[in-house]
């Protein structure tokens, strides 16, 4: 995507279902916060973040707050939940 | 290589990450992962960024077929820029008709994909045009019967005997076997009942089908079962391969075995059924040249 994307509306992506993971993204303050709730969260949940994190950051996302809810999700769900997150809270797309 | 026959075709939802995570250890012969009737309308965004995702991510040794939303639908070119670039076999393309395959056709050409197409046929109008249809586009290898979509088409009751799609089915056919493509079979719909999808796939199979779509994991042994050839078709096919081998080294166009002349749909059929029996050997592909 590059360049920078502004987060312009509260988003959702994905689900509590076993093995996906719910984001929940809204404007920021200047910064990425985010906020984990995960079934792994003592084993992974600094590796999750991370994963967010980063993924924002690929797709020019610098001021969001992110809610997550996981349930075991693996990294290329994490991924494009919160890829379709950004798209959705961009407007750069229609749908929800 | 020859065209690989698929006993099964098992459907994965396209927004659904643990079926996506785990559908290439199934079994299944090839994975069609939906993008259309398993996904709702405010998700096709996500399942088309999901399915992105996990593809370029895993190296999946299953082949993969995409179902896109049909051409009628707004996603219909969405989806097709979404997975251009991704390593897949093919696409299978809903509600097939002369329309839709000339545009799918033309966009795989303007892209210079080499994606193949499985053509899905669920109306009274694609079903009667079955055969004009598919050749309007080289990359078709299967014509795939929709039976829910089309008796809902025709105002029939669904069954479990199906009787009401012996026509349908058998039309299918006739359309695949004069084109040499693959025949495949509408899935069972119930997942629970496994003595009735044992006798709905033979019935397909008995008709002529060459393989069958599956909505469930717990149905791919079964039809992967009764659609594997017999000891005596491997033996058959193993005498036709040796027999092709020596009339090549001696020179000969044509040979008999049996008292039965052996022709090229022989060969590709003794082919094929090394190859769904796992006794297929790489030195087979210059058999036919």
């Known amino acids: ?96 | 290589m020859i065209q690989m026959n698929y006993r099964t075709l098992l459907f994965i939802p396209g927004n659904n990450p643990g079926m996506l995570q785990n559908s290439d250890i199934l079994g299944a012969d090839g994975l069609i992962i939906d993008l259309e009737d398993a996904v709702a309308l405010t998700e096709k965004d996500a399942a088309r960024t999901l399915v992105r995702e996990y593809l370029t991510t895993f190296d999946t040794t299953t082949d993969v077929f995409i179902r896109i939303n049909p051409l009628d639908s707004p996603y219909f070119y969405e989806d097709l820029e979404a997975i251009k670039d991704l390593d897949i076999k093919g696409i299978v393309l809903p509600k097939a008709g002369i329309e839709p395959m000339e545009k799918l056709d033309e966009y795989l050409n303007e892209n210079n994909l080499e994606f193949d197409i499985i053509a899905l046929v669920e109306t009274a109008l694609g079903l009667e045009l079955a055969l004009d249809i598919v050749q309007r586009s080289k990359r078709v290898i299967g014509i795939f019967l929709g039976a829910e979509d089309l008796t809902l088409d025709l105002g029939a009751k669904r069954t479990k005997e199906s009787k009401e799609i012996q026509y349908a089915r058998s039309r299918i056919i006739a359309a695949s076997k004069a084109l040499g493509i693959q025949a495949i079979d509408t899935p069972f719909t119930d997942t629970d009942d496994i003595e009735g999808l044992k006798i709905d796939t033979q019935n397909a199979k008995n008709l002529g089908m060459t393989g069958k779509t599956v909505i469930s994991p717990r149905h791919v042994d079964e039809v992967n079962t009764l659609f594997s050839p017999s000891k005596a078709d491997i033996e058959y096919a193993l005498r036709v391969v040796e027999g092709v081998k020596v009339a090549n080294e001696k020179g000969l166009g044509a040979f008999s075995i049996e008292g039965k002349m052996i022709d090229k749909p022989i060969i590709l059929r003794a082919l094929n059924t090394l190859k769904l029996s796992g006794q297929y050997k790489e030195e087979y592909d210059e058999l036919l040249k």
């Open chain 1, 1 to 96: 995507m590059g360049g920078k994307v502004e987060i312009k509306k509260m988003a959702t992506a994905g689900t509590v279902e076993s093995n996906d993971i719910l984001i929940m993204i809204s404007k920021g303050e200047g910064n990425i916060e985010i906020e984990l709730e995960s079934v792994v969260e003592q084993q992974y949940g600094e590796e999750i973040k991370k994963v967010i994190h980063d993924t924002l950051v690929e797709e020019g996302v610098s001021s969001a707050k992110v809610i997550a809810k996981d349930k075991g999700a693996l990294d290329f769900t994490i991924k494009a939940r919160v890829r379709t997150c950004i798209k959705r809270g961009s407007g750069d797309t229609n749908e929800l």
